[in-house]
């Protein structure tokens, strides 16, 4: 499984803005899919997950009502809808793939690349 993220950027807080994760392989449908970000100086954290089979979410509190995880099976094709963005939303943000839905980073086997998101007060 290759996954190539995109869509970071520079904004404003307060403004929204969507990740992207597209995925290869034939067994995408059935992966949890989840996003985590790094933060310079801190360890990769787990943001949002998504089950393969029945598209069930988790959340961290910290970006809970904020941010929407989705997928498109149709696709290979994972999202982040980031709203209300605040400047402690800064960091480097990966998507990956694994098997469980689990919220620690080494549950996942595949990463992408990492897409820069700069919050700006």
């Known amino acids: 499984v290759q996954l190539q993220a995109s869509g970071g950027g520079l904004v404003q807080a307060g403004d929204s803005l969507r990740l992207s994760c597209v995925a290869s392989g034939r067994t995408f449908s059935s992966a949890v899919m989840g996003w985590f970000r790094q933060a310079p100086g801190q360890e990769r954290r787990f943001v949002a997950i998504?089950?393969?089979?029945?598209?069930?979410?988790r959340y961290a509190d910290s970006v809970k009502g904020r941010f929407t995880i989705s997928r498109d099976n149709a696709k290979n094709t994972i999202n982040l809808q980031m709203n209300s963005l605040k400047p402690e939303d800064t960091a480097v943000y990966y998507c990956?793939?694994?098997?469980?839905?689990?919220?620690?980073?080494?549950?996942?086997?595949?990463w992408g690349q990492g897409t820069q998101l700069t919050v700006s007060s």
């Open positions: 990956a793939a694994g098997r469980l839905m689990l919220i620690a980073p080494d549950g996942y086997n595949y």
């Open positions: 998504i089950s393969g089979s029945t598209s069930s979410t």
